[in-house]
């Protein structure tokens, strides 16, 4: 965590680094476009807070791009892209831009996508790509702080495309109503890409035929790491899609997302991983009788090789797990109904207040911290190898000896941790094993 913030401290400090630094408006550059085109590797473009309508591309260069305002006041507006153009993302990164490149403090609205191919018939711009950012071509950008909304794409990626073996790094940036006509919502990866994305949140994003509401993930590998999905639609995973992939979540809250298949997660052909997720109140649903569907109101495995662990599936509609092949390993979870593993549980996990403020559960200000009395804590298992040593909120993991389930760690009682765990006994068989928070979380804040 510590890195992230000075990441974030050079990128808005460009003298720190002894950058050319060029702002925008000026007399020089009166378009944020001109600045980059002006701009040296190593160099900074400082954007004012207003609204800017145009469509900017990187061209390759390792350049800082940041408001000085932060996204809230600082909003990069595509549509006044021309009809018939092949490039109407807001943003482009296609030249091979590495990790110098960088996307700070933007509202990202109004993207209309890349065209990547032309329909057989000679349909232009059926098929576009990326409506607020388009990355392709290896290239691997950092984007921080940064708000994707209302953007479209006819295929994948209403948010962000990420194709062609790209991997970028995505920090604390939230995606929210964007569209695809296909898959990827908010975010959409394939072709070899392996992106990853931290701290975002990905709401009311829509993949009308496709998969992965929130993200989808084709032919490549995704880390998802501390984000939250809400009230996200596809046809088969509303929140996340992944389909011959390698999908790895951990710490997430996935809430109140439909799909006709996998409410919240759907994964076809991909090796899997949920760690420490909270998974509740999402719809797998069927239009009618006979059409199919309905099936993994939390999660939907098909020929996949799973494992869940340290997670809460409860109250998803359409069943907690759909796993026709039987193949995965769920273990210390807390999920309702009936489900074998080691650890598991199957008693109500006493969220703090599971429908919010507005009643409606599903939505952002449900309150999915653990009660005091959860039987979710001190319940997981310290040696999963992809435990963080924080949870969602950014606190320790491990408070009383035992991590919780979930996506949050409970904190220590006002009275101290009760005896329930002798540290160092992974596995419970009252032999003194080397406990993995020590070794992952020793010398970490």
């Known amino acids: 965590m510590r890195l992230l913030l000075t990441l974030v401290a050079l990128t808005v400090c460009p003298a720190l680094l002894g950058q050319t630094t060029h702002n925008v408006p000026s007399a020089n550059y009166p378009t944020i476009q001109a600045a980059i085109d002006a701009a040296l590797d190593g160099d900074a473009v400082i954007v004012a807070p207003g609204t800017y309508v145009e469509n900017i591309d990187f061209l390759g260069k390792a350049i800082t791009l940041t408001s000085s305002g932060a996204a809230d006041a600082t909003t990069i507006d595509g549509s006044g892209c021309t009809t018939g153009v092949d490039s109407c993302s807001v943003v482009t990164c296609a030249s091979g831009e590495g990790g110098g490149t960088t996307l700070v403090g933007f509202t990202i ?23 607020g950012m388009f990355i392709s071509n290896a290239s691997a950008p950092t984007v921080i702080n940064c708000k994707f909304a209302q953007n479209f794409a006819t295929t994948d990626g209403g948010g962000i495309s990420v194709r062609a073996s790209s991997h970028p790094s995505i920090y604390d940036c939230t995606f929210e109503s964007n569209s695809t006509d296909s898959s990827g919502g908010g975010l959409a990866s394939s072709e070899g890409s392996n992106p990853t994305v931290v701290h975002c949140a990905f709401l009311s994003n829509y993949a009308a035929i496709g998969s992965g509401g929130g993200i989808s993930c084709l032919d490549g590998d995704i880390s998802i790491q501390d984000c939250e999905f809400y009230s996200n639609f596809a046809i088969g995973g509303g929140a996340i899609g992944a389909d011959n992939s390698n999908l790895i979540a951990v710490n997430c809250v996935v809430s109140g997302n439909s799909a006709h298949s996998g409410g919240g997660f759907w994964a076809s052909g991909s090796n899997t991983s949920i760690v420490a997720c909270s998974i509740t109140g999402n719809v797998a649903f069927s239009t009618c009788a006979g059409c199919g569907g309905g099936q993994g109101g939390g999660v939907y495995l098909l020929g996949v090789v799973a494992t869940i662990e340290n997670t809460i599936l409860w109250e998803n509609v359409g069943g907690e797990v759909f796993d026709p092949g039987g193949v995965s390993s769920l273990s210390y979870c807390c999920i309702q109904g009936s489900f074998p593993g080691l650890g598991n549980i199957g008693l109500n996990p006493q969220f703090v207040d599971v429908d919010g403020i507005d009643n409606i559960p599903g939505t952002i200000d449900d309150d999915l911290h653990l009660l005091p009395t959860s039987p979710c804590i001190n319940s997981g298992n310290n040696g999963n190898p992809l435990l963080l040593c924080w949870d969602l909120d950014g606190n320790s993991r491990i408070v009383c000896g035992v991590v919780d389930m979930g996506a949050y760690e409970a904190p220590e009682p006002a009275a101290g941790c009760p005896p329930v765990f002798t540290r160092g006994d992974d596995n419970g068989d009252g032999a003194i094993d080397v406990s993995y928070d020590q070794i992952l979380c020793s010398g970490l804040s």
Request: with cysteine.
């Open 109 to 131: 609205v109004g993207g209309l996508g890349t065209v990547v191919e032309l329909d057989p018939q000679g349909c232009s711009g059926c098929f576009t790509f990326g409506g």
